[in-house]
């Protein structure tokens, strides 16, 4: 008993907590650089990780979440942050302006009905659907809108998290593939699909990429929420 209180003290304590957070993510990156294979994404080593310590140690989700509370924190000026990339390229974002909205909006609209004709495919039912419609944007609008049309938070999130991933993985191949080359489709395409994964993929392919692909996500967000609540409304949801 007294083993297992001592255990207690020296993990479960905020500064360990932000060294599990942090020291995971960097054995991430050193597999990912090891490796040299794109698949091997820090998310892929260090969610699992985490995972097995807090359940090893018997920990709290709730403890180690509000553990990071400076991590949280610190979202918010890294998304921020994006706004001087866009003001540096202000200039390219107004000559491409019709585009980007023509891009965001039909992304937008995109990602909805492509969960609503493929779920039904996949024998998933009405909740799922609800569910699964906000994918493309950041997980606390995903949250949000998948709470005010009745759906699963829970399963909202873990979609954000992997459309986000694949499109972080696959989508400079895809893209090379395609041979996409202009740096405002590319930002488009990163941003509209794989929110904060992927822009932070699209800074290191360059930063009209990087600049695009972070207003891509804030118009997301703004569409994303209009979009759902009145595409249920029209098929009777």
Same mark, same amino acid.
């Given at each position: 008993?007294?083993?297992e &209180?001592?255990a207690?003290?020296?993990?479960?304590?905020?500064p360990?907590?932000?060294l599990?957070?942090?020291?995971?993510?960097?054995?991430?990156?050193?597999?990912?650089?090891?490796?040299?294979?794109?698949?091997?994404?820090?998310?892929?080593?260090?969610?699992?990780?985490i995972?097995?310590?807090?359940?090893?140690?018997?920990?709290?989700?709730?403890?180690?979440?509000?553990?990071?509370?400076?991590?949280?924190?610190?979202?918010?000026?890294?998304?921020?942050?994006?706004?001087?990339?866009?003001?540096?390229?202000?200039?390219?974002?107004?000559?491409?302006?019709?585009?980007?909205?023509?891009?965001?909006?039909?992304?937008?609209?995109?990602?909805?009905?492509?969960?609503y004709?493929l779920?039904?495919?996949?024998?998933?039912?009405?909740?799922?659907?609800?569910?699964?419609?906000?994918?493309?944007?950041?997980?606390?609008?995903? &949250?949000?809108?998948?709470?005010?049309?009745?759906?699963?938070?829970?399963?909202?999130?873990?979609?954000?998290?992997?459309?986000?991933?694949?499109?972080?993985?696959?989508?400079?191949?895809?893209?090379?593939?395609?041979?996409?080359?202009?740096?405002?489709?590319?930002?488009?395409?990163?941003?509209?699909?794989?929110?904060?994964?992927?822009?932070?993929?699209?800074?290191?392919?360059?930063?009209?990429e990087?600049?695009?692909?972070?207003?891509?996500?804030?118009?997301?967000?703004?569409?994303?929420?209009?979009?759902?609540?009145?595409?249920?409304?029209?098929?009777?949801?």
């Open positions: 008993m007294e083993e &209180m001592m207690g003290e020296i993990f479960c304590n905020v360990m907590m932000l599990l957070t942090v020291g995971s993510y960097l054995l991430g990156l050193w597999v990912k650089k090891k490796s040299g294979l794109s698949l091997m994404h820090p998310f892929i080593i260090s969610i699992p990780v995972i097995a310590v807090i359940k090893s140690l018997d920990i709290s989700p709730d403890y180690y979440v509000k553990s990071n509370f400076i991590i949280d924190f610190m979202l918010g000026p890294c998304v921020v942050s994006l706004g001087y990339l866009l003001y540096r390229h202000r200039r390219t974002v107004r000559e491409h302006i019709v585009g980007i909205m023509s891009a965001v909006v039909t992304g937008s609209i995109t990602g909805v009905v492509s969960v004709l779920c039904p495919l996949l024998g998933l039912d009405e909740l799922f659907i609800r569910s699964l419609e906000a994918k493309s944007v950041t997980s606390p609008i995903a &949250m949000d809108i998948t709470r005010s049309i009745g759906g699963d938070a829970s399963l909202a999130v873990v979609s954000v998290i992997l459309s986000g991933f694949i499109g972080a993985v696959i989508g400079p191949a895809v893209m090379k593939l395609l041979r996409i080359k202009d740096p405002v489709a590319r930002g488009l395409a990163m941003g509209c699909s794989s929110h904060g994964l992927g822009t932070a993929r699209a800074i290191e392919l360059g930063a009209v990087g600049a695009v692909s972070g207003l891509s996500i804030a118009l997301m967000g703004v569409l994303t929420s209009l979009i759902v609540p009145l595409f249920n409304l029209l098929v009777g949801f």
